[in-house]
Structures are given as C-alpha cells and as structure tokens.
C-alpha cells in the first residue's frame, strides 16, 4: 500500500490531501508562518489520524510528497529579501527606474489606478544606489563591441560589497543571444570573492540563465525578483523538508509550478512559485471537470485570505499571462492566468470616509494571527467570517471539527463597534451587509473576467472550493449568472488535491528572430540550422533536468511554442505548433498554417497579412512526464431522502429573503449519501467547512458526494 501527500500552504491554513490504499484523508492546520514546516506536520498529521496510522507508519508508506506554498508571495508582499546588487552594462544603470510608461499603475486596483494625484513607481527590490554599470558592449547581433573590462568588474564589485551586497543580479544588454560577458563577470565573483571566505555565502544571478529573452527591462526585473526571493524560498523550504526528513520521509519532494506543472525542488527557481497554489486548484478543477463531462468551468477559491478565479473553457486551462505582474513588477515569463482579489474569510469590513462612510470588505486580511475578531486572539476588526457566525451560518462549536472554538460575542462587538453604530444599523444587519458586499465583489469578478474573455457566465459551470467557498457560493455564484455550482467532499482542501492531478512539467524559453516567411509572398526558409539549433539546444536542457529526477527520456513528451508576428507589426502571437524539428518546406508552412488559423480566430481573416512575411521572435519548449491522475471513489445512489443521523438539528439562521431569523435544519456533510436531495433553506456542516443552501436552492448529492447546487 502506496501513499501521496500534497500540501498548499496558504496565507491562513496549511491544507493536506493525501491518497492512502485507495482511501482520500485530508488534513487541514493553521499556517506557521515563522515555521512552514510546523503547520505543515500538523495538517498531515491530522491525515495520518484519519486514516489511522502513525506519522512514522505514513512516512514510511508514501511515494512522493508534492508542495505548493506562498513563501515566495510572502517574502515579495514584505520585502523580506536580502540586499543585492545588480550589475548592467555602463550606461544602462537607470533601466529598471526608469522602467515602461506604464508602469505607474501595474499592479494597482482600479479604483488606484484612478487615483492620479497618489500614484508613485513601485520601488525596486533593487535601489539605483546598489546598481553599477561596467564597461563592456555586445550588440543586437550577438557580436562583442566592446571587450569585458574586468578590473572595472572587481572594482564595481567591491563597492557593492562595501555597501551591503549579499548577492548578484547580473542583466547585461543582448545578453540572451551571447552570455560570454555575463559568465565572465560570475567567473570573477566567484574565484575572487566567494568561496571559502567568511561572508561568502551569496548567490549570482544571470539574466542569460534565469530569462533569456530579450527586452531588458522585463528580463532584468524578472532576474532581479528571482534573485530577490531566492534565499527566503531556499530557508523557508529548507525549514520544511527537514520536518518531513524528520518524520522519516525519505523520498522526492516536488514543488507546483506556476506554469500548471511540477518539477522537483531541485530543479524549481522560486520565481516559479509565485502563486503556485491558486494554479494548482485550477489544474485541479480542469481534470475534476473530465470526471464530471463538463467543458466550461469558472473555478473559485475563497480562502482566508483571498479569493481566486481560472476559466476553463473546451477542457482547457491554455489561458496564460505572457507578461504577468509580481507585486507590482512585470516579469517575463508564462504563468497560468488565475485573478486574484482579496475577499476570504478574514478579509476585514471597514467604513470609506473618503466615500461617506460606504462599506468595504478587503483587500486586507486579519490572516491567521490574530484572525477574525471570534477567533479571540486579539484581532478587533471584523470579517467575514464574524459576519458568518453572527448570521448563524457557521457554527462557533464546530469550527474546525471542534478543535478551534469561536467566540460570537467578540464578532458581535466587533461588528457593532466598527459598522452597524457608525450607520445607525442593527448588528444583523450590519452582518448581512459584509456578506452581501463580498459576495458582491466576487460576483464582479466572475462577470467581469468571463465577459472580456468573450463568455457567457451561463454557458459555465461554477466549481467552489476553498474553506469559505462553500458558505458564500451560492451568494456569488448565482448573482454572476451561473446556473449550476458544484462543491466537494474536500473542497477546503481542493488546491492540495490540485497538485495531485499534475504532470511533471519543465518549460524552456529562448528568444531568438529567425525569419519563417519571407515578405511579398508564401516563400519559406529554407535554411532550417538556427531554428533547429535553438530547439536542440532547450531540449538538451530538458532532457538534463528530468533526467536528473530520476525520470527516463523516453517518458517525456516534448511540445513546441512559437511566439510569431507578421511583418511591420510590433506584438507577437504565441502559437502552438506540431513539429518540433524542420526538415523540409512542408514543416514551414505547416507552422505558418497553425498560425494563421489561430490568429484568424482571434483577429478575423481580415487581419491575416501574409504579405508582410512572417518572423519568430522567441521559442518555448515544453517537457512533459504525464503522472497517473488521482481516481475518486463512487458510490451507490441510495434515495433522495437523507437519512435521519444527517440531520443534525436545527437553529437560527439569517435569510435575506426572509428579513431576518428562521429555525433551519443543519446536517452533516459526511453523513450525506449518494443520491440525496435538500432543499434550501438549509446548512450543511463539515469540519473544515460550511455550504450554506438559501431559499429556491436545490442541492443533489451525486456519486463522488459532491454537493450540486441550482436553482428551483
């Protein structure tokens, strides 16, 4: 008997999904944040109990251990990273300050982004005073103009020592097509600086290694960020595999790529995992919806802290950011597209002077220390979960299965205090105004994002997970236009079981022009020695990273991506293609083909133009070792009547649609079976979680025990 373990370690909760002997156990603990790997043990922990096993007998029994975490989001959010300095070429020392016209709003909401007179540049993780410029030259061809001065290299050096430097970032111009300068000037660090030397312990980044594509702006912050997070990620991580060597684990530890992959942690940059959680629950949601045979999903996690939204649409998640932001800094590189707000379960409602006193809920959080107001830790604002179990919703004895009790009183005074006095409001009232609110906000977001992608919210249906995802679904859900929300037997736990439903998958980019299409008509290249030699190049890099974990080359399957542009036109469309070599003419056209069949359908046939020939400006080689998915169990439909232990009793819940309390029955979710059918209004509990059925909702239980909600 095998096991697998996949752990997301969250802004609030630490979340455990294991798959034991066919059985699922999950596993949920409040995130240490000062020591991941301590809330990390506790929520597999609590899995081993479940499945009545000792930590050591489970260790023992499991295969892989697969890790998505906010570690790097956290150090970038709290600029917790080290001091570095960045070395570019003599005259380019200004690139990142000075950065692109629009970098004034990136990252900023929209209501910031108006706000024009308080708009300011992010500032750089690395300052202008830590940023030195050496004399050296390679032009857009790759030839060297101006040879590596090297004494200006340990002399530049020095000073940046001098002023605090525990590691590198090197970004020199047209470093991408001829990195001979940038691994000269690693050399001299190196042998010169580090080494056996106290004080030695810094890294050297190179942008010709972390992200070799051209635009240097975007190549320089994203070597800079990965840098920056580096030895954060390296302690954080550290911390957390030896409580698992120290529970007797001993085999691979993965680590979830945003990129919608995994690869092991030795072969993971921490740029890599950025929002790696919210990624999985999306990986999660696309192999949940081939289970079920649904095509369209919008999938939803409210969480703690935040909530986070992917579309799939045709079965695929291929919607991805080419430039996404971190924090508020432009990176290039390819990252599953999921959009993030801040509406959880400790997002905390608060008065707008500014707006005559309007509600608002989030973007900031209460977290999981001090948390919400009834967590009684100290924490006086309220949230929305105080709002929750105020409403009845959620019950303060079984918060947690019981572990962790709430304190009503203390939400009460809290909403009293800061909301419902101010306006001259009931505290109910007050309450139930913080969930219309955040439902709201969520419900805008699913609208919004659906809408300008060219959707239709009703031709989707709505996956909610997350461990206040279920209590708020059907508040959001049906108000963005879906007709159908689905949750799960381990939705708390859903980016966990994420992680356990993907491949191995390592992504390799390279800018190189190389000329497909001549302009003036369909003639093609028929030199096929560069565009070969790139390819051959990034797959040789493939083959050693996987390789390297243990994997064999006949296992990966290899695809190809070409970012291409008509001639004249200044952005280029990322196109996937079926041949990873050319060989012949035919290879050429039938990439030129693929392409114009996806930029039709975007643009029109109208902007088809393949009078202006046709260039590739950069190659992404994917590699790819499919993993065997998670199968859920099924049961037997056993009536639509629950039976009488589901039914836990009743108690006073607020219903809008009722203008205040109702006696509501409350059941239990695990004692749910198969085939059972309950009409709203109606609570059903879980330990992790709560759904919460209003009036004119019908929920069936289908043969995986999920909870299917639509409207009567």
């Known amino acids: 008997m095998k096991a697998t373990i996949d752990v997301d370690v969250g802004g609030t909760f630490t979340d455990c999904f294991a798959l034991f002997d066919g059985r699922v156990a999950t596993g949920k603990a409040p995130t240490t944040r000062q020591q991941l790997g301590l809330g990390c043990i506790q929520a597999i922990s609590v899995v081993a109990d479940s499945l009545g096993l000792s930590m050591a007998e489970l260790m023992k029994q499991t295969e892989v251990v697969r890790l998505s975490s906010t570690i790097a989001t956290n150090a970038l959010i709290q600029r917790t990273g080290p001091t570095l300095g960045l070395i570019t070429t003599e005259g380019f020392e200004g690139t990142v300050e000075i950065g692109r016209g629009g970098r004034w709003i990136d990252g900023l909401s929209i209501r910031e982004a108006r706000d024009v007179a308080r708009q300011s540049k992010p500032k750089p993780v690395i300052p202008l005073e830590m940023t030195v410029g050496i004399k050296e030259r390679i032009d857009a061809?790759?030839?060297?103009?101006?040879?590596?001065?090297?004494?200006?290299?340990?002399?530049?050096?020095?000073?940046?020592?001098?002023?605090?430097?525990?590691?590198?970032?090197?970004?020199?111009?047209?470093?991408?097509?001829?990195?001979?300068?940038?691994?000269?000037?690693?050399?001299?660090?190196?042998?010169?600086?580090?080494?056996?030397y106290l004080g030695s312990d810094m890294s050297v980044m190179l942008s010709s290694e972390v992200c070799p594509k051209r635009w240097e702006y975007t190549r320089t912050t994203t070597t800079m960020l990965n840098a920056y997070l580096h030895s954060f990620c390296q302690e954080g991580l550290a911390n957390l595999v030896d409580e698992l060597r120290g529970q007797g684990y001993e085999k691979v530890v993965m680590l979830v790529h945003n990129t919608g992959g995994m690869a092991e942690i030795f072969r993971s940059t921490a740029i890599q995992t950025c929002h790696a959680g919210p990624v999985a629950g999306l990986i999660g949601s696309a192999g949940m919806a081939r289970t079920l045979g649904y095509d369209n999903v919008i999938s939803t996690d409210m969480g703690g802290t935040s909530f986070d939204l992917g579309i799939i649409v045709g079965g695929s998640t291929r919607s991805y950011q080419w430039r996404p932001l971190l924090d508020r800094w432009q990176v290039d590189m390819v990252m599953l597209r999921v959009d993030t707000i801040g509406a959880g379960g400790g997002s905390i409602a608060w008065l707008n002077p500014a707006l005559g006193n309007r509600l608002e809920v989030g973007p900031h959080s209460a977290g999981s220390e001090p948390g919400p107001a009834c967590y009684g830790r100290g924490g006086t604002e309220p949230a929305v979960t105080d709002a929750d179990v105020v409403l009845g919703y959620v019950n303060p004895d079984y918060f947690w299965g019981g572990r962790m009790k709430l304190n009503k009183e203390k939400a009460i005074t809290a909403i009293r205090e800061r909301i419902a006095r101010p306006l001259g409001m009931d505290v109910e009232q007050a309450a139930l105004l913080i969930k219309k609110v955040v439902d709201a906000n969520m419900a805008n977001v699913i609208y919004r994002e659906t809408s300008l992608q060219g959707y239709d919210p009703g031709q989707f249906v709505l996956f909610a997970y997350g461990g206040a995802g279920a209590a708020h679904c059907c508040g959001y859900g049906f108000q963005a236009g879906v007709g159908k929300i689905i949750s799960f037997p381990f939705s708390p736990v859903f980016s966990a079981y994420g992680s356990a439903s993907m491949d191995v998958v390592h992504i390799y980019e390279q800018s190189r022009h190389v000329p497909l299409m001549a302009p003036g008509g369909k003639k093609y290249l028929t030199d096929y020695s560069e565009f070969n030699e790139v390819v051959q190049s990034l797959k040789q890099k493939a083959l050693r990273d996987v390789q390297g974990e243990g994997f064999p080359a006949e296992d990966i399957v290899f695809s190809l991506e070409l970012d291409l542009k008509y001639g004249g036109q200044i952005h280029t469309h990322r196109a996937a293609v079926s041949r990873l070599l050319l060989e012949k003419e035919e290879d050429a056209k039938?990439?030129?083909?693929?392409?114009?069949?996806?930029?039709?359908?975007?643009?029109?046939?109208?902007?088809?133009?393949?009078?202006?020939?046709?260039?590739?400006?950069?190659?992404?080689?994917?590699?790819?070792?499919?993993?065997?998915?998670?199968?859920?169990?099924?049961?037997?439909?056993?009536?639509?009547?629950?039976?009488?232990?589901?039914?836990?009793?009743?108690?006073?819940?607020?219903?809008?649609?009722?203008?205040?309390?109702?006696?509501?029955?409350?059941?239990?979710?695990?004692?749910?079976?198969?085939?059972?059918?309950?009409?709203?209004?109606?609570?059903?509990?879980?330990?992790?979680?709560?759904?919460?059925?209003?009036?004119?909702?019908?929920?069936?239980?289908?043969?995986?025990?999920?909870?299917?909600?639509?409207?009567?």
């Open 141 to 196: 061809r790759g030839e060297i103009v101006r040879p590596l001065d090297e004494d200006d290299v340990r002399e530049k050096v020095r000073h940046l020592l001098n002023k605090g430097a525990r590691g590198f970032v090197v970004a020199l111009l047209w470093s991408y097509l001829n990195p001979v300068h940038e691994r000269r000037v690693k050399d001299i660090i190196e042998a010169e600086f580090l080494g056996s």
């Open 590 to 712: 039938a990439i030129y083909e693929q392409f114009e069949k996806e930029y039709e359908e975007i643009y029109s046939a109208f902007a088809v133009y393949p009078e202006g020939g046709v260039d590739i400006h950069g190659f992404v080689l994917r590699a790819t070792v499919p993993q065997p998915r998670p199968e859920l169990p099924t049961h037997a439909a056993k009536g639509e009547q629950p039976r009488r232990q589901a039914l836990k009793g009743k108690r006073d819940t607020y219903w809008e649609e009722y203008q205040g309390f109702r006696q509501t029955p409350i059941y239990e979710q695990k004692l749910l079976e198969c085939g059972n059918v309950i009409e709203g209004p109606a609570v059903i509990e879980a330990e992790t979680t709560t759904t919460v059925l209003p009036p004119g909702v019908r929920l069936v239980v289908d043969k995986f025990l999920n909870l299917v909600m639509e409207k009567i």
